[in-house]
């Protein structure tokens, strides 16, 4: 087998030339991709979920689960967090930051869970958190994102991640008017609350758990909020989180392009927001996101890896830690395709209005088995 | 507003003839609705589910709130029962029968819940119930259903709804052909076992709780398996299990026109499974279906009170109770107005290939408030 | 029928307050709403186009059209144009001029036709026309939009919609940074020619006729394109320009509030962008967009006449004119209704997180028979 | 080139074994694909179609233009034919017979055209062919299908393909019961008419260009007219006329498995019918269709060849020849890749509940770099 890549990544090497394979090797190698530490514990659906043997259900399991993660695929050197999934008072927090360090690990983006701030299950949270009309569940929804800036101090933490559950069941539940009010007031808040150095990756989703009309349904919601706020706020693209046909890619190459791409949630979806392994059923799809991503920056938008690349994915059938390897793998061969691709040939062929040739460009990179790049970026 | 509706009402009559606005009334107030038990209680989704004061969280609360729906609505003489959700034991099932009978009610439809069958949540069953690899997975989940059948013949209940969780999250995760032999077989199982008056309505559903390709995806998968069995398995349409813009009202149609339409799970939704309340969001829908059913009597397909007509909703926001009479009036609205359509007029202005007239006529009863109409038939 | 139609106004009034119901018709009569003139001609598909006796097929007969719509509705004073289908020449608009103005008609929006501009169906013209690769292409393309800018001077019209059939077949056809570049600049070009009062409306579109990606694909492309030109270009809805399940009131919410709605392409749709008759399927959505209006204008965002109000269907089977007056009763309807909403009760409800209430309150106005009110309001 | 094509190959025989490699090559090199005539005109949109230089424009240019394909690529033995494009004439018939031959090819399946029928461009069609509530219409949409019949026997080509552009713009335009009625009168008399070795393809599609309910909407609508017409009707499956996040792959396994499927209509799809390239955006789908063909031919459903694999794509943009090569070679390169899945290994892993490993079969299957199999098969 170890000899077989050898081969392989030969003729790799005579097909491209060896100095542009031992560069994508290293870009590959260097790709920093961050992985959840609930992603480490078995997902569950509305109606049931389901332990099973062998599976991580406490945060010292889970974060074990990321070390060894690490190990296998030296990628997870960050690990974000969510809480208060991952621990609520300063003990918790404290040896949360000694199981991090003992694993290699170190935090990396933290999220506040809003359906159940602060390990609260108030019945007065299915009105939403953020953009409730009640003034105490709001509060207590800052506060529970501004516990979160100080565990992100405590654990030298840089991005919060913005994701609320908030959303409505009926046109007459809220006012689109005052969803957008009270979401904008209660965002500013928590952005004021930021230091400095600190990022605000805004994330949106088109429906659920709200089922008629979410707080921030898609990326201009979310990237207004961003322009409100400030440059260090950004947009944040989860793979999953679109109506259904929707070019993800295109929303990538436009936000990456206005300066407001912060990252991604990445995972795989054939229906709605599945959460299903990253790249599994569209490969073509995370090809050309990535393709976008490479392309960006050679045009001088964000460097791919000052991107926060996350996976945040839902693990209900396989074993969690094989399919967050699996996917990360998936990310792995979408990159190293896109850094395959002929871009000056491809440019030609498209300023010439050739789209034949251009499209046999991407296939060429797309159909190449990129395999021994990767096993060689991993040793 | 008493003599307000009084003077309506006679406005209709002399619009449509009092004697068609009696008949339409009788019609309405003949309609049977079936409200399922689970219904009277909080529904949640999968990242929360918040109880509520008042909300009922017992059997026994939630047939009583079945009994007040049933005085405030005349509708819901029969309940829709989840077991083991409303009982495991004899001495449960004893004590529902008493439950139901003393707020005048009788069992309904029996849904056997194969996502935790005979209450166990085996982790086995996140590979499916009846069409797992597992042997045991699979005997289990058929015994649950021949349970239910015997919880059928406690109550006197004559209707098994069957719907399977069961779909993969990944394309090698089942074969397709494997998934479709052991469904077969299960389901010939549970079928063998009922008795003659016994009906078995069938489910579909395009995804979740999997990701990837459901057991029984929708109405094709669904009437397949009723041919096979036999005159007494139906199809059961479910509002809101198909894909993005499928055209519901036809598939009802189609069915009803085969024989093998059985009945309903009345919902709304905007995007996926949403189980909002029915007509909510798609009032047009929902008068379009019944215009269906209605015309599909009158052409000598099943009478409508001879389908079962059942309301399978998650009330997450609003007071359970209360959202259950919205969805069964709007359920007695778009039957009043489909009643009040002119369907001579309406084939002849299709004859003639009048679209103009056609729509005008529909449109002249979906304007037409019925309000008036559904307060009639109420008293 | 009038006597009847006397009756149920007297009801309403009894129900709403004289006052309340004279201001609806009020509003109702002074709704100004915008036909085009293609819409009077018959529409196809890409598999054939039909015509039918006595259907327009002459510029001079779809203004005559329009005429007549507008003696029939009382709506519809301004045309909107497309060009060059309704003209080329400067006698061919000076004719043009003759037939409004003989009609009692103005000049509405100002269409140009970019994939035939200036009428040339040149084959470089399916890699694009603002956005082609191709200098010659993009230059004749920008040129044809000045042309119609001098066409509004001509015309006495203050408005230019931009609709752009730009995008690409395959990921390799074009970069999608080339894209924006390019649209950028040419829509820069154009807004710069305009005069200072008028107006550019930026429609969107998610595909067809590209199939890969459009070049202004959602409402946050049009969006930022209308914020980097100034605030004489603002962002116009088509409602069957969105991805399937996109909840359209949510966008036109967030438009006004932010001052960046323009107006709307009224039409209905099932699937796609398939242009039937406002309302026609959908009317519980057409309801939720004017409430949106009415209570947009109530918090002091832009007053619904001031927006573009224009219908742009394709009348494939109907009688166009009969189809076109189908319509704009069904936008009459359900403004009517959105005006009858209590709005301070609803506002109340909401305050107090009750739902139950807060629909009741919808549905009670959508429920409202309000034909009598329409009749009204055209005499 | 040739030489790194030979070491990869190589490379291949030591991982899967020589014999395997060589069953694969010799599989794909005798797998038959048909192609369409028009194909290889310029397709166009509803907005505009552009002719462009050198792209086929007769009937004789697009025969050549076949005759081109199957050298360069040994497919398309057969060609679709669609009538009256290609002909209305005996003469016309028998020319087209000549070229055919003169190319080395022969005639495939035979589509008659429904909304042009007999080439008569009739207004009354806006209302349907086959389904026409106008008997005239009606009659001549039958009479076409039976001079395609002709036309079969003429050409000897044994398979005739129903597709109808019928469906409705409103509830109101025709009952579904009508619809239905009138459908399956008209195919059963064009079913009667054919020979005995003649085969009848029924399609399906979900919309357009009736945009409210078309007559065949759907695989169970289509097997269903398959099934009460007898055993030499099957359903044709276009892999673009499926309603959004539809799992298509799920649909022709049961088809297989039912021994009602007939063949494909290949194509790929962004949004609707985009009749793109096919492989072009999803080459995992694609894979995935070709694996259940695989999985089902192995377990004793239909041979791959005995099905019709058509492909059907509109070429609005790319060279229409180098299209429909880049199509090819996406299906023999998802064909390539099911066959080398290690089918008896993945059957173990699902009968195990060990979806990791099967996941990771199909993956090894799919990142192989087939090429050098298809150059192989090629030569």
């Not at 003990?91 to 935090?107: C, K, M, N, P, S």
Request: glycine share 8%; with cysteine.
């Amino acid at each position: 087998m170890a000899d077989l890549r050898a081969q392989q990544l030969k003729l790799l090497a005579e097909t491209f030339g060896s100095e542009r394979i031992d560069e994508v090797i290293e870009r590959v190698a260097m790709l920093p991709v961050e992985v959840p530490s609930w992603g480490f514990g078995r997902g569950g659906t509305r109606f049931a979920a389901y332990d099973s043997p062998g599976v991580p259900t406490t945060v010292e399991e889970r974060i074990a689960a990321a070390g060894r993660f690490r190990e296998l695929t030296g990628k997870g050197r960050t690990v974000a967090l969510h809480f208060p999934w991952d621990g609520s008072t300063p003990d918790d927090i404290a040896r949360l930051a000694e199981w991090l360090d003992r694993a290699g690990l170190a935090a990396g983006s933290i999220n506040a869970n809003l359906f159940t701030p602060r390990g609260v299950l108030d019945h007065r949270l299915r009105f939403g958190s953020l953009t409730s009309p009640d003034d105490e569940i709001r509060a207590a929804s800052v506060e529970h994102n501004l516990d979160c800036i100080e565990i992100m101090r405590t654990l030298g933490a840089d991005t919060l991640v913005l994701w609320l559950p908030d959303g409505t069941n009926s046109p007459g539940q809220m006012s689109l008017y005052d969803q957008a009010v009270r979401l904008e007031a209660a965002v500013s808040t928590i952005y004021e609350a930021l230091d400095d150095h600190h990022t605000l990756l805004i994330e949106y989703k088109y429906f659920e758990p709200g089922m008629y009309a979410t707080a921030i349904p898609d990326y201009a919601r979310s990237r207004e909020l961003c322009r409100q706020l400030g440059t260090r706020a950004r947009v944040l693209v989860d793979l999953g989180h679109h109506a259904p046909t929707t070019n993800v890619e295109q929303i990538v190459a436009f936000l990456l392009r206005s300066g407001d791409l912060g990252g991604f949630h990445f995972n795989d979806s054939q229906y709605a927001d599945d959460d299903l392994a990253t790249g599994s059923l569209h490969p073509g799809q995370l090809f050309r996101i990535l393709c976008n991503l490479v392309e960006g920056e050679r045009r001088g938008h964000s460097p791919i890896d000052e991107l926060a690349l996350m996976i945040d994915q839902s693990h209900n059938v396989k074993d969690p830690l094989a399919e967050m390897i699996e996917s990360v793998e998936n990310i792995e061969t979408a990159y190293a395709k896109a850094l395959l691709v002929d871009w000056d040939s491809l440019h030609e062929a498209q300023d010439d209005c050739d789209p034949t040739r251009a499209d046999a460009l991407l296939r060429d990179a797309f159909l190449t088995d990129v395999r021994p790049i990767l096993a060689e970026a991993r040793s």
